[in-house]
């Protein structure tokens, strides 16, 4: 059994191993960072490939930038994905765009792994999941992987590409643990987690796990969820998502972001736009309202989206 | 130098006509600095510049036909009509490119310094920017790492005393570019940037020992902006200099040299250059979606 940041770990020093171009740059990832996604990398590849760096995210992100258009392949760490706004310069304005400005010319094969999700009582400002603002950004990738052997192989898929990739991590997601399985995984194929006849539920990161627990309680009702989880938001395997809308007719998008504006919304619109005479209800949203993530843990736990709003949402269909 | 004159003259004139588009930013009074530093690197160092890029990416090598062809948006631009005037980039001649957003090149160039360093060659990389750029948190970050990492980076600051259309004094307390950076273990040096031979011993000294091991250094060229901030800038917020006091700062006047055979080569070569340019069609519009994301 191993865990999801096992597996991050692992798949980050298989990477080096097999490729003397990819580093790894961050706060604190030499002495393993704070959940140990790095740990024993600083050992067996030396700091020179494991770079720690001051709390400098913009900096650290363009130095990246920098490193993977002079044909190094940077992973960089940016500790919670609240601080990526800090680093919003060099990846929508500099690396997005880098290869699309100058005609071709540069490529930026940047992975920026980062984590975010509530949960954990961090406040407002070390538990937001931003997902949507990145997928917003032509010449992004966007990755949400949900169990330790995605997040694996997603980060396998990240580093090989030449395009700047994000893959959003999440903090309750680290120490599950799972057998890690072989099922090869590439950016922009989605995964039916669970199949099912009469209703689908799209889940992303942590929601995926709630989205089968909630399959889970409504088999007991007789009836049965399809849920899929789309693992990279940019691109986005409609396809995976529309045929199953064929199959059951109804469909609950879910991410623990706030659902204004969240990724939910696009999902919901290219559905509709590719099968709208499939559907039979119109599309349920599941997210959070539209307030800050609370601190006091009762506001916390009730504020986060979960099974209980899924389940409710299938069956407001 | 002429060669960068004679182009911004010109694209000076085809904005006004309409023919090159957007946000212009030209760089005449900027020659001496472009020349002093590109002249003295090789294809395989890298440069970063800033929204005032056509006379580096001259000086670095790039073909002023296809320099031009960009600015106007055509196919045969050095990025097919997608960058523009702020976002020139041509690989072949290490001018890994300009960027529209102040300062935001700075941490680039540091990142082309690493990947040099780590692959054990003597290349270097250089980041040119303007006074404004360093008032800006990412240009401290940016200095410290670099400090910190020893990289063979040296930084050229263009302190023309105006950051748009505001004075240097206006935005910082410390006149002196060379002095924001005196607390780190920074190479820095403060030369007259109208001057192109002053530019090119002080930058060539801070090459030969980035080449060597060291780094990073910061060399600042004060540079007189001979326009406005952009073309079409009315420059309410400053006096134009008169004839003779413009000689004074000119780099090429400064040069000494009164031999117009070099001048006319270069108009010759503009000349061409814009005919080239005007050759070129308009992109097609499948360039865009072939292009958002590498293959």
Redesign the interface.
Request: net charge negative; with cysteine.
């Given at each position: 059994m191993t865990s999801y940041i096992e597996a991050i770990a692992a798949a980050l020093a298989d990477a080096m191993r097999a490729d003397a171009r990819v580093l790894v740059l961050g706060e604190d990832v030499a002495e393993g960072g704070p959940w140990g996604a790095t740990a024993g990398l600083a050992d067996e590849f030396g700091r020179d490939r494991v770079r720690d760096t001051p709390i400098s995210e913009a900096a650290i992100c363009g130095i990246a930038i920098g490193a993977a258009q002079s044909g190094l392949r940077p992973v960089v760490e940016i500790m919670f994905v609240d601080f990526v706004t800090l680093a919003l310069d060099q990846l929508v304005n500099q690396a997005a765009k880098a290869h699309f400005m100058s005609g071709g010319q540069l490529t930026v094969p940047l992975v920026l792994r980062t984590q975010g999700g509530a949960g954990q009582r961090g406040g407002a400002q070390h538990s937001q999941s931003l997902e949507a603002w990145l997928t917003h950004v032509p010449g992004l990738k966007v990755v949400m992987p949900s169990t330790a052997s995605d997040a694996a192989a997603l980060l396998r898929a990240a580093i090989a590409d030449p395009n700047p990739v994000v893959v959003v991590e999440n903090k309750t997601l680290y120490f599950r643990r799972e057998e890690l399985s072989d099922e090869p995984v590439e950016l922009g194929r989605a995964g039916v987690v669970r199949p099912g006849r009469d209703a689908t539920v799209v889940a992303l990161s942590r929601l995926v796990p709630e989205a089968l627990a909630a399959a889970d309680e409504l088999a007991a009702d007789g009836l049965e969820l399809e849920v899929i989880d789309p693992r990279t938001l940019v691109p986005l395997d409609l396809d995976t998502i529309v045929e199953s809308v064929r199959r059951t007719h109804r469909l609950v998008v879910a991410h623990e972001a706030v659902e204004h504006g969240g990724f939910g919304a696009e999902l919901a619109a290219q559905v509709q736009a590719a099968a709208f005479d499939e559907l039979d209800a119109p599309v349920g949203r599941v997210g959070a309202p539209f307030s800050p993530v609370p601190f006091s843990p009762p506001l916390e736990d009730a504020y986060l989206p979960g099974r209980a709003e899924i389940v409710q949402a299938v069956q407001a269909l | 130098m002429w060669r960068i004159r004679a182009f911004e003259e010109r694209v000076g004139e085809l904005t006004r006509a309409n023919e090159v588009h957007g946000l212009v930013h030209l760089s005449i009074g900027g020659e001496g600095v472009a020349v002093g530093v590109c002249g003295a690197l090789r294809d395989d160092d890298?440069v970063?510049s800033g929204h005032r890029a056509h006379g580096h990416a001259i000086a670095k090598g790039a073909p002023p036909a296809a320099v031009l062809a960009e600015l106007m948006g055509r196919e045969g631009?050095?990025?097919?009509?997608?960058?523009?005037s702020m976002?020139l980039?041509?690989?072949e001649h290490g001018f890994?490119?300009a960027?529209?957003?102040v300062g935001?090149n700075?941490?680039?160039?540091?990142?082309?310094?690493?990947?040099?360093r780590?692959?054990g060659g003597d290349n270097v990389?250089v980041v040119f920017f303007g006074d404004g750029a360093v008032q800006g948190?990412?240009f401290v970050?940016?200095v410290?790492?670099a400090a910190?990492?020893a990289l063979p980076v040296i930084l050229v600051c263009e302190n023309n005393g105006f950051a748009e259309f505001t004075p240097r004094s206006a935005h910082t307390t410390v006149e002196r570019v060379s002095d924001v950076v005196a607390p780190y273990p920074i190479e820095r040096l403060t030369v007259d940037g109208g001057d192109v031979r002053a530019v090119r011993v002080a930058f060539s000294q801070f090459l030969d020992a980035a080449r060597a091991g060291g780094g990073p250094m910061l060399l600042e060229c004060l540079t007189h902006r001979f326009g406005g901030h952009y073309e079409g800038d009315a420059q309410q917020y400053r006096e134009r200099l008169a004839a003779d006091e413009w000689r004074r700062v000119d780099p090429i006047a400064r040069l000494g040299i009164a031999d117009h055979g070099v001048e006319l080569e270069a108009r010759d070569e503009i000349d061409e250059a814009e005919r080239v340019a005007r050759a070129s069609p308009f992109p097609d519009a499948s360039l865009?979606e072939?292009?958002?994301?590498?293959?």
């Open positions: - | 890298v970063y631009g050095l990025c097919h009509g997608l960058g523009g976002h980039v041509d690989v890994f490119g960027t529209g957003v935001g700075v941490p680039l160039a540091l990142g082309s310094a690493l990947a040099a780590l692959a990389a948190g990412i970050e940016s410290n790492i910190l990492w865009m072939r292009l958002v994301y590498a293959p």
